[in-house]
Structures are given as C-alpha cells and as structure tokens.
C-alpha cells in the first residue's frame, strides 16, 4: 500500500500563507482522485479541497477563495496553498487517496498572533 506523507504545516500569524505538501511513495496516478481534509480541536474531519489526475478541482465554497490544491506528476506530491490564514484554520490536515482509501500522517496547522 502506498504511503502518504504530509509537510509544511506550523505557526504562522493571521494574514499569512502556508504551502502543505502530501508526498505519496508511488505513482501519484494511481492515487487519483485525491483530497485534502482537515480536523480542528474538538471538531469533526471535514473535507477542505479535492483533486482529479485530470486537475478538476473542488472546493469547499468558504475556502475557495483562499487555498489552491496542485498535483505534480513528476515528484508525486500534491499541495494546498493556502493564503489570508485565519485563526479558525488551524487544525491538523491530512491528504487522503480516495482510489486507495488512505491516509497520511496529518500536518499540524496552527494559526495564531
């Protein structure tokens, strides 16, 4: 089974931008569709953004206009931009294959002044 490893979480102030990276151990076409979730304190798992191998990409509607997800074939790793952080952002995120039903790690994001 194929392994997923998320990076690039830490502390950042509100206003600013993280880039999160999901390193799969494989042929990322072979993980595709993917997703990006993500849990906050004490809260449920919620879905943040979802990407085809064919680069469709869905949203969250609250969300939209501040992240970006991105796949690159050649490194097989997917990305989640995202900008204007707020405090409610922060929690762990996780990538997901959602052909291979599998998760990473998570990468914890913390947003805070």
């Known amino acids: 089974q194929m392994r997923l490893e998320e990076s690039g979480g830490g502390l950042v102030r509100p206003g600013g931008s993280l880039r999160l990276s999901c390193a799969t151990s494989?042929?990322?076409?072979?993980?595709?569709?993917m997703a990006w979730h993500r849990q906050a304190p004490g809260k449920q798992r919620e879905l943040v953004a979802t990407?085809?191998?064919?680069?469709?990409?869905k949203f969250v509607d609250a969300l939209k206009d501040r992240f970006r997800v991105s796949g690159d074939y050649a490194t097989n790793t997917i990305y989640l931009d995202m900008n204007d952080l707020k405090p409610e952002d922060t929690g762990v995120y996780y990538c997901?294959?959602?052909?291979?039903?599998?998760w990473g790690q998570g990468t914890q994001v913390t947003v805070s002044s």
């Open positions: 997901k294959s959602i052909q291979s039903d599998s």
């Open positions: 990407i085809t191998g064919g680069g469709s990409r």
């Open positions: 494989g042929d990322i076409s072979n993980l595709y569709p």
